[in-house]
């Protein structure tokens, strides 16, 4: 199972925070610390793979961004390495050559697409056509409802003028 | 709108003049203002977004930060905030709280979100209350409604969020609420319905069992989904299941293991494709349970060999491929699966080959892999280790930190009297280099449980638990400290006085030496104090007086602690009670007595005890002092009678004045739930307020599966119960001392338990009103009393691993290997080996060359010498340059790994156009590099000529390999090259010292630039995505000129 999912980029700051296990916000904020402290300053041909308190964290840098993922200790380690790549692709299907500064503005829509990836610490969705599907109907939907809600308090606000 | 900035951009394209493309960006910046606002109409959080992200320091973030938040607690308690504001808001306080602060007062509005009719507004209040509510925060009770309402939905996207909402929120108590709506969607038609509730209803058993158990079969049903998702899914919440029960699953082996035979036959829909391997992550998932389904169970493991043997073929890589990482994922869980069942040889003999490639492999990934796996292979087959001693031993040298730890992993299963003094060593010395108390601990715990079970001698033991102590100090357990001093005091079991004595002065000796240290921790010098006082005079060779001093010297320096004074005050008694009772004349010295005057006057009460009770000794006789500390009387048995026979007048007039008889601790429980032992008393003062706070949330879950679930209406029931649950606590309180005085009516109870409280001490005061000799004993050496009724096996070498150790015996060692590392394989693998080594070396020696010669007709002129072992390696990549290039590849982490097959297909490239390619990265790239690249255009050719790709002159190379390997290790520690933040990031990270690190990088780059790989087929066109990005930030106010460039670039490089 996967406890939780960190992005932080090379400066150390927090890009993405979601947490499967449950973390006060004190816990957060040590683990954070201590877990971007570790990574940061490994070295680029070290193993992408972090013991760490019984559980096992494994990261991958993309360009300026870490992607962390902290899973059981008896979970595989190759398998969650690709799991970060498969949401990787998935981000940058959806942003187009996905760069640090999308999820920065966009971190809530990273936040969705999460959602639609893994799901209480596990993987849910391998295919990622699937993912970009519910992804594509929720924007669209929303869009939908947006002009939808948008026409009607435009004609309240008329009807009331 | 977007879209029609894409025509106009791609019209710009066409005409391609740069100064159309110039004019269109500032459209494009201006329509992207629309686009923004979109999502999000406030310049407010760009600014707040953009000024965290130039803040200079941790501090000025933080007052950003704190600023924003009270602007925002401000702005969001107005009243009538507009939704969209609202959501707005809840955005940010969800960044706000990501950055690490505290954001609790929105909780409440992010919660009202959920509420809301509209989707977006929905989706965002539940985006917000899954990332800021832990399942057993207070305003879980109040989403609830909204999520069963919400689970109805005609809407599936409704649904979905709900559902999404519901695995994080939902708790054990909450669960009854929802449980039969979640199952209902199991028959949704559309499938990510399906596949959520499957997911939220695993979720539901992992956090309680017993509210799920009718539903086991549903689990088996959705098994047989058609959509694959969905079948996936019920694998995870099988997987839990299995693991809790093998046998009720038994019959669905066979199931799982057709499953796994046409997933792996590519039966699955393209779409479950994932870089060319047909669903890998259903693949590994399904490894997993047969693994536990064929544990210790013939016949279920032999129904998979014949799937294991196909996934195994269909996954391994030709020859001198190192294969892509989701292939080797899944021929990881295949070691795994092998491993863990009941395997035929076959299927054993292919595991052991996977798990040398990963060892043998150059990517630190694979080795800590093969590491893993090889632990596990050696349990089944222990000779296996010894082919791949030198690969593990390299991996122990090696600077990684994570490796080194799974390598001692390793060595810690395959410990055996033989080695154990050279594995405890190993991690005495990591231990040393480690910082963190949670990896120390660990460690220290493993050391000891080694040098317990397998130490060849005490005195061994002794100075490794010395060692332990004095490095993880505090955090040894105390049981670990007793059980050592048990050794010293009961010594080796055997009659053997003399050795026994000689132990104890040794240790004597090795405790005055420590003691001369500046620092040592607590419990070491707890050990030391109880040694010195009890064996410290016993030989002779030192005198009362210079013990007692360093003794004193002892508690001097640790005047806060109140333990180590109490064990040095205990053992200056045992000294001068020693002496008196040898007939000796005691005067002690100054600096005792001031110490004794001080801890006569402490306010610890067990202190002045200690000091009172020194004091008369003095008075008593010889003959009284050695019957009450008798010399070397720690070995003997305490007898303690647990009845008390003495109090029972006292028992008895109690009772017949009416008292409730004693229930000890186990009955109590039994009568009374809430009160867990007589302990625990001093505590339920606090209890009522628990049980209240807690009994207040719980009653609503009763109450909503009845349909309303509105809580002020299940206040009163609530109500009605804490108050029940503070009269039983209060009740409790009282049950708990032994004589109860007082009638059982509620009404009386409050008061009388106040009452109690003052009576208690007399109660639980009783045992100890007239101590025996025994307890007096017992007081005597209170640091061991725990330690010697805990009765701890002390004979240590409880032969668990004596399959390993016969076969182990006969190995030796085959390749010509550094001295050094000769003698640690030999330590490490075969104890007495070395011999046997240096005669084999002579075959191995032939061996090496022999395989030197026929790998690389080039190579002839690296002797067999010390530094075979690394130089071996070379040839073996160089012999095969396809092997070698793209496991260089593999070690770079930003290719896609789709784009491995086209640099296999193009392994004879051209050098000089790759570096080209490397010079003409564009625009930022290339500036942030060249600095390194003219420092040393030089290293670049000689970097070329180094790469076993390239040329065959790296066999100059390899020959040199001390050096190489040397520069290889420096390489690790170049990070600091990393420097210049932009740029493509593996051009960044060119250290320009080290030839071998830069020829990874190198290949790195080379694989980024490859054209028209799997990946960037896919994306959009780039430069065009790369022009509103450009528009997106200029209008945001981040330029990529500017402070961080590297926020622009793409993630996959």
């Not at chain 1, 999308?102 to 990836?117: G, P, Q, T, W």
């Amino acid at each position: 199972m996967i406890h939780f999912v960190l992005l932080i980029s090379r400066q150390g700051k927090v890009r993405l925070t979601k947490w499967y296990s449950p973390y006060t916000q004190k816990e957060r904020t040590k683990v954070i610390r201590e877990l971007s402290g570790m990574i940061l300053s490994r070295g680029p041909k070290l193993c992408n793979f972090l013991e760490w308190r019984g559980l096992k964290v494994v990261y991958k840098r993309y360009a300026s961004l870490y992607f962390c993922m902290c899973v059981d200790a008896d979970d595989n380690e190759l398998e969650t390495l690709e799991i970060i790549h498969h949401f990787v692709e998935i981000l940058d299907r959806y942003f187009g050559n996905v760069c640090e500064l999308d999820l920065i503005f966009n971190f809530h829509k990273a936040y969705y697409i999460l959602d639609e990836v893994l799901i209480a610490g596990e993987l849910q969705e391998t295919s990622k056509k699937s993912v970009a599907r519910v992804i594509a109907a929720q924007d669209t939907l929303i869009e939908h409802a947006k002009e939808q809600s948008n026409s009607l308090s435009n004609i309240i606000a008329q009807a009331t003028k | 709108m977007e879209s029609w900035a894409n025509v106009i951009m791609k019209k710009a394209f066409k005409h391609g003049s740069q100064n159309t493309i110039d004019q269109l960006k500032t459209i494009g910046r201006e329509l992207s203002m629309g686009t923004q606002g979109n999502w999000l109409s406030s310049k407010e959080y760009l600014d707040l977004v953009k000024a965290i992200g130039e803040a200079k320091s941790k501090a000025e973030e933080e007052s950003i930060v704190m600023a924003e938040i009270e602007h925002l607690k401000k702005r969001i308690m107005e009243p009538d905030v507009p939704r969209k504001k609202m959501k707005e808001y809840i955005i940010r306080l969800v960044y706000v709280e990501m950055l690490g602060h505290d954001a609790s007062f929105g909780y409440i509005y992010a919660v009202k979100m959920t509420h809301d009719d509209n989707l977006l507004c929905k989706r965002s209040g539940y985006l917000a209350t899954t990332l800021f509510l832990n399942e057993d925060h207070d305003l879980i009770i109040l989403i609830v409604n909204t999520i069963q309402k919400d689970l109805k939905s005609d809407n599936y996207l409704v649904v979905c969020a709900a559902l999404t909402a519901v695995c994080k929120l939902i708790n054990e108590e909450t669960i009854p609420a929802v449980l039969p709506q979640v199952v209902d969607l199991l028959g949704h038609p559309k499938e990510q319905v399906r596949k959520k509730a499957v997911m939220a209803l695993h979720r539901f058993q992992q956090r309680s069992p017993s509210s799920m158990s009718h539903l086991l079969t549903k689990f088996r049903q959705i098994l047989c989904d058609k959509d694959p998702s969905v079948m996936s899914a019920a694998l995870c919440a099988l997987f839990d299941l299995v693991s809790a029960d093998v046998k009720g699953f038994k019959n669905l082996t066979a199931s799982f293991v057709s499953i796994l035979k046409q997933v792996a036959e590519h039966r699955l829909p393209r779409a479950y494709d994932y870089h060319r391997t047909p669903a890998p992550f259903i693949q590994i998932k399904l490894l997993k349970i047969l693994a536990l389904l064929g544990a210790g169970d013939k016949h279920a493991s032999e129904n998979m060999y014949s799937v294991l043997m196909d996934v195994i073929k269909r996954n391994e890589p030709g020859k001198g491929d190192p294969g892509s990482n989701i292939t080797n994922a899944i021929l990881y869980e295949c070691i795994c699966t092998i491993t863990a069942i009941m395997a035929n040889s076959k299927l054993l003999g292919l595991a052991a080959e996977i798990t040398s490639r990963f060892l043998k492999s150059d990517s630190h990934n694979y080795k800590y892999m093969g590491i893993d796996a090889l632990g596990r292979v050696i349990e089944i087959n222990p000779d296996f280790a010894e082919e791949h001693q030198l690969s593990v031993i390299d991996c122990l040298e090696d600077q990684d930190d994570t490796l080194k730890r799974k390598t001692l992993d390793l060595l810690y299963k395959m410990t055996k009297s033989s080695n154990v003094e050279v594995i405890v060593d190993r991690m005495i010395s990591y231990m040393r280099t480690l910082s963190d108390a949670h990896n120390k601990t660990e460690i220290a715990t493993r050391i000891i449980e080694l040098t317990e079970r397998f130490a060849p001698s005490n005195q061994w033991f002794i100075q490794t638990m010395n060692q332990v102590f004095e490095l993880a100090g505090d955090l040894v357990p105390v049981k670990v400290a007793h059980d050592l001093m048990r050794l010293l005091s009961k010594g080796a079991g055997e009659d053997d006085e003399e050795a026994d004595s000689l132990l104890r002065s040794s240790a004597v000796e090795s405790y005055l030496q420590l003691l001369a240290e500046p620092k040592l921790p607590s419990i070491l010098l707890q050990v030391a104090c109880w040694v010195l006082g009890e064996y410290g005079t016993v030989d002779g060779t030192h005198s009362a007086d210079d013990i007692i001093g360093k003794l004193c010297d002892v508690a001097e320096a640790h005047p806060g602690d109140n333990v180590v004074k109490g064990y040095a005050i205990t053992a200056i008694t045992k000294i001068c009670a020693f002496e008196i009772g040898a007939g000796r004349e005691v005067e002690l010295i100054p600096e005792c007595r001031s110490f004794v005057d001080d801890l006569l006057a402490s306010h610890s009460t067990d202190l002045q005890q200690r000091a009172y009770e020194l004091q008369v000794f003095f008075g008593l006789g010889a003959d009284l002092v050695r019957k009450v500390l008798p010399v070397n009387g720690s070995g003997e048995e305490i007898e303690f009678d647990r009845e008390l026979p003495f109090l029972q007048e006292f028992v008895d007039s109690a009772l017949a004045n009416g008292a409730r008889p004693y229930l000890d601790e186990n009955e109590r429980l039994g009568v009374d739930s809430g009160m867990s032992s007589f302990v625990s008393s001093s505590r339920s003062h606090h209890e009522p307020s628990h049980g209240l706070r807690f009994e207040a949330y719980e009653t609503p879950t009763a109450a909503i599966p009845s349909g309303s679930a509105a809580a002020p209406s299940s206040l009163l029931p609530d109500f009605e119960e804490s108050v029940t649950e503070l009269t039983r606590s209060v009740r409790n309180q009282t049950d708990s001392s032994q004589v109860d005085l007082l009638g059982p009516e509620v009404a009386r109870l409050r008061l009388d338990g106040v009452q109690r409280k003052w009576g208690r001490t007399s109660g639980s005061s009783q045992p100890s009103l007239a101590p025996t000799p025994a307890s007096e004993q017992q007081r005597r050496d209170s640091g061991v009393s725990e330690g010697a009724s805990s009765n701890k096996e002390s004979s240590p070498a409880e032969p668990r691993h004596e399959i390993y150790s016969s076969s182990f015996e006969g190995k030796k060692v085959e390749r010509e290997i550094p001295a050094e590392k000769q003698r640690l394989a030999a330590s490490l693998f075969g104890g007495s080996s070395v011999q046997k080594g240096s005669s084999g070396g002579v075959k191995g020696g032939v061996k090496a060359s022999k395989a030197a010669g026929n790998v690389r007709p080039g190579e002839k002129g690296v002797p067999p010498r010390p530094a075979a072992g690394s130089g071996k390696k070379k040839n073996w990549s160089a012999a095969e340059p396809k092997q070698a290039s793209s496991s260089l590849m593999d070690l770079v982490d930003m290719s896609g790994d789709d784009s491995l097959p086209v640099h296999d297909a193009k392994a004879s490239y051209d050098p000089f156009k790759e570096l080209e390619g490397l010079l003409g990265v564009p625009s930022t790239a290339a500036s942030s590099t060249s600095v390194g690249l003219g420092k040393s255009t030089m290293d670049f050719m000689s970097l070329y000529d180094s790469a076993p790709v390239v040329s065959q002159s790296a066999s100059s190379l390899a020959g040199d390999s001390d050096v190489l390997s040397l520069s290889h290790r420096r390489s690790g520690g170049m990070d600091g090259a990393n420097g210049v933040e932009g740029g493509l990031i593996d051009l960044n990270i060119l250290p320009s010292l080290s030839p071998l690190a830069g020829l990874g990088e190198l290949a790195q780059s080379s694989s980024s630039l490859s054209p028209s790989t799997g990946v960037s087929d896919k994306k959009g066109p780039s430069r065009q995505h790369s022009l509103q990005k450009d528009a997106a930030s200029r209008q945001v106010g981040v330029t990529p000129t500017g402070a961080n460039p590297a926020l622009f670039q793409d993630l996959f490089g």
